[in-house]
């Protein structure tokens, strides 16, 4: 069994080790939501799926989560599959959240 080519994040040697520059190179990075993944979830719910605050709050609460920053990985694409389920807006329409911000 061979082990995967890792990149130095520090000095940006690439090599099998498990450790270079005192950083363990075996490690995963902790999965976490961005401030624009959280913007994309909001808008995606409230303007693209028409939902209010009650029910994008009872969705987050129906995957065990109270609060959108607060999502893991498996969360987060629970979330994003229940929303796709509902129905688009009557009054969305793909461009409407770019053009009502340059219009402003």
Same mark, same amino acid.
């Given at each position: ?44 719910? +409230?303007? %693209?799926? #028409?939902?209010? @605050?009650?029910?994008?709050? $009872? ?31 009557? +009054?969305? %329409?793909? #461009?409407?959240? @770019?053009?009502?911000?340059? $219009?402003?």
């Amino acid at each position: 069994m061979t082990t995967k080519i890792r990149q130095c994040p520090r000095c940006g040697v690439r090599s099998r080790r498990l450790t270079c520059c005192g950083i363990d190179l075996g490690l995963r990075r902790r999965w976490r939501m961005t401030r624009q993944m959280v913007q994309h979830v909001v808008v995606f719910a +409230k303007a %693209r799926k #028409g939902l209010d @605050e009650e029910a994008y709050r $009872a969705n987050l609460l129906a995957v065990g989560c109270e609060r959108t920053r607060s999502l893991s990985r498996e969360q987060h694409a629970a979330l994003m599959d229940r929303l796709g389920r509902y129905p688009d807006a009557p +009054k969305w %329409r793909a #461009g409407s959240v @770019e053009q009502n911000r340059s $219009a402003a």
